[in-house]
């Protein structure tokens, strides 16, 4: 049981050039997350899911898109990068049991990246 | 919008002593929870102790403990016996009932000396 898992852990990109982050989990979670942490602002939502084929803007989505074509994974993308989005980038999931304190959200291990 | 403001950037503590992180949010819900994230150097993010809004009784969890005012919309976390690996960023976040998406304050990052 791995939990979240985060691919890559590092990246440096270019102004300008593109990726996708990939999250996975196998908790067979409903709901994954993707949030950006960023020195002295804590972590803000992205984007998040609440189903495989749904996806949902959260604080700061702009310059972000998001898939979730399976369950298990959720993709976080980049199309042009800028410096801007040189971040720490995290996943979540959690089930989908929203009315119980028990549904925490699990995090990955994070992925660095830097746009120069 | 939900907000949740933690006041103290940086707090310090001795080991084996006991230190409190400020937590204050703003809602118009009545029902909600509330977390605290702890983030050690390695980046993971860990649960520490979790607050339901509708029990009167603070959450502990072995040496941490909180102490939650409903009415001054205050979540504090205590920890107590301070150890050298209780050194962190710790995350206060508060979540809406009915609601998946957490709102995290800004983090304060707890220093333990020997």
């Known amino acids: 049981n791995a939990g979240v898992t985060q691919t890559p852990k590092f990246r440096v990109l270019k102004t300008g050039q593109s990726m996708t982050l990939l999250c996975a989990q196998d908790?067979?979670?409903?709901?994954m997350y993707w949030y950006r942490q960023d020195p002295g602002m804590g972590l803000r939502l992205i984007h998040y899911?609440?189903?495989?084929?749904?996806?949902a803007k959260g604080e700061v989505p702009d310059g972000y898109n998001v898939s979730r074509l399976k369950k298990q994974n959720f993709l976080l993308g980049l199309e042009s990068a800028a410096p801007s989005q040189t971040s720490v980038y995290f996943c979540?999931?959690?089930?989908?049991?929203?009315?119980?304190?028990?549904?925490?959200?699990?995090f990955g291990p994070g992925t660095r990246l830097t746009v120069l | 919008a939900q907000t949740v403001t933690q006041s103290q950037p940086e707090m310090s503590v001795q080991e084996a002593e006991t230190v409190t992180l400020s937590c204050t949010y703003d809602t118009s819900e009545s029902d909600y929870y509330l977390f605290w994230y702890k983030q050690p150097p390695s980046r993971q993010m860990i649960l520490v102790i979790r607050?339901?809004?509708?029990?009167?009784q603070n959450a502990t969890e072995n040496r941490f403990s909180v102490n939650f005012q409903k009415a001054a919309k205050s979540f504090s976390l205590k920890i107590s016996d301070s150890q050298l690996g209780d050194a962190a960023m710790y995350f206060c976040a508060y979540r809406g009932s009915g609601y998946s998406t957490l709102t995290f304050g800004k983090g304060t990052m707890l220093l333990v000396s020997p």
């Open positions: 908790m067979n979670h409903e709901y």
């Open positions: 607050q339901e809004a509708y029990k009167q």
């Open positions: 899911s609440v189903g495989e084929g749904t996806t």
């Open positions: 979540a999931s959690s089930y989908s049991r929203t009315s119980d304190s028990t549904d925490t959200q699990y």
